[in-house]
C-alpha cells in the first residue's frame, strides 16, 4: 500500500489512483492477503463526497484522482 498512496492511519492509506492502476493494485493485495482472516476496503468517493469529508486534528485530504483506498 505504500507504494500507491499515503499512510493516514496505521492500516488506513489514501490512495489517489486511476482505474488501471486500481485493478492492478486490487490483483496484487489478492496475492498477499489471507481471506481468511485479512480484510481490504476499497471506497471510490464521488466529487460531491470529497467535498463532505471532515478531518479533525492534524492532517489533510489528498487531492486527486478517481480513487481513495482505504
Known amino acids: ?14 490512495c489517489l489512483i486511476d482505474h488501471k492502476m486500481h485493478e492492478k493494485l486490487i490483483c496484487e493485495l489478492k ?7 485479512d480484510t481490504v476496503r476499497s471506497y471510490e468517493l464521488c466529487q460531491m463526497c470529497l ?4 478531518i479533525l486534528g492534524q492532517g489533510e485530504m489528498t487531492e486527486d484522482k478517481e480513487y481513495y483506498i482505504f
Open 51 to 54: 467535498k463532505r469529508v471532515q
Open 1 to 14: 500500500m505504500v507504494n500507491y498512496g499515503t499512510r493516514v492511519q496505521y492500516s488506513v492509506f489514501e
Open 31 to 37: 496475492k498477499v492477503i489471507n481471506e481468511d482472516e
